[in-house]
């Protein structure tokens, strides 16, 4: 991350609006097609990367193309892409490892977190007592 950091701070990115979280849970569309992004909790400046991040499955490519197209003052760059990438993964492993070991209460709570954790940090089930089928 350290690393990244400071390539990042070679590019020097353009600050622009981001959204923070712009998943696909945090967009709505109504019934005349128009989409709304929601959940601005953590709204702030940063590099577009800051969101394009969450839109990086295997169509990036295409996707950046037409991004690019469209914001021709935004440039992106691969470690900014990264950091956040990897920014992300550290706060599902945070998140999901305290739900799994302190916050819920039941085994089906404890199961689903285990589930979600395990997408970001693949462990055999059978080490954890609580979680054992």
Known sequence: MARLRLQIRKVRP???????????????????????????GDAGLGPAER????FSGNQLGTFLKHYTR??????????TFAF?????????ISD????TFYLNRTVAE???SWEELK????????????LRT
């Open 110 to 112: 404890k199961r689903h």
């Open 96 to 99: 999901y490892s305290t739900r």
């Open 14 to 40: 353009k600050l622009v609006l981001t959204h923070g979280d712009a998943n696909l849970a945090n967009f709505m569309k109504d019934k005349q097609d128009r989409l709304y992004l929601t959940d601005w």
């Open 84 to 92: 956040y990438y990897y920014r992300w993964a550290l706060q599902e």
């Open 119 to 130: 997408r970001w940090v693949p462990v055999i089930n059978h080490t954890i007592p609580c």
């Open 70 to 79: 469209i914001r021709k003052d935004v440039e992106v760059s691969t470690p």
């Open 51 to 54: 969101d394009l991040f969450h």
